[in-house]
């Protein structure tokens, strides 16, 4: 798994980076603060939940937040340097907490325990193939009506981003697919009617050997659309309930670069009232998917 070893490398050597990225309250916007928004506040909807799994953990944000809400949480990664980072925020926070380092893969966890799983920033460094060996063992994980909370680049984006990454897309023939699905989410009125008109837009698209720079130096990071992924959630099992439209992009690429304090004023502006609102997808650079077991 090359890839796997490209990500292990590179979350060692980028822990402390990726924990300053993490923290709340920054004075620019934070997609990792941003899709964790979205986890507790679909975990403050679920009644009765006892225990809840983050895979690919890193610096443990997501999990101690979760203890301080009174659950028993557990988190996983791979790098050693995040785990330290993961026990030293636990300790600071004043909480119990559970981290253990190894792969999602390898660690020994207890079939049909966990009310809710939660992966961020995770799938994207797993095959297609390898990402649905995730979503099967985590629904080996989770009781009967448990929750899957599952983050992912959007590959809509792409589509709207006018820039290298929507050449490769018309490259790749899928530029019209993308589109389409844009249009059906962007008119769809509720949750329920996005995901109805979803169904007709579920495939599964190609993907590219390699992608323009993104910032992280593994080859390739997978994207997929909310259809895409709701399609292979489906088939692994998983019924989706919630679309959550994460980091909203609402300036040109080049203006967003002559202007980064606008791009944020608005991303932010923009997060804070409109969690669920999935029309905003296209014109959002990730999202979160709940779906249930
Ligand atoms: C992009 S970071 C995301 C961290 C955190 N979930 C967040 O949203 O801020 C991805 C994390 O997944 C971990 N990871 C990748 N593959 C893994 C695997 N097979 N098992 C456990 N952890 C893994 C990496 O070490 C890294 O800390």
Partial sequence: MQQQDQTKD????????WHQKSKDGRSDYSALEGRRHAVLSAIDEIKDARRFLDVGCGSGQLVIAAAQRGLNAEGIDFASEMIELCEANRKEAGVEAEFTEGSFFDVDLKAGSYDIISAQGFIEYFSPDDMMLIFKRCFELLRPGGSLLVGSRNRLFNAVSFNAFTEVESELGILEALVNECIALHTSESQEAAFEALRAHERMDPHPDSH???????????????????????????????????????????????????????????????????????????FVLHVTK
């Fill in 10 to 17: 590179y979350f060692r050597v980028a822990a402390e980076d």
């Fill in 212 to 286: 323009p720079a993104t910032g992280v130096p593994v080859d390739v990071r997978y994207q997929y659309s909310p259809a895409d992924l709701t399609g292979r959630l489906r088939s692994s099992g998983f019924t989706p309930t919630t679309l959550f439209p994460i980091y909203f992009h609402g300036l040109p690429g080049a203006i967003r670069k002559a202007r980064p304090d606008l791009h944020f004023q608005l991303a932010n502006a923009v997060a804070e009232f409109t969690l669920r609102d999935q029309r905003l997808t296209p014109f959002c650079s990730t």
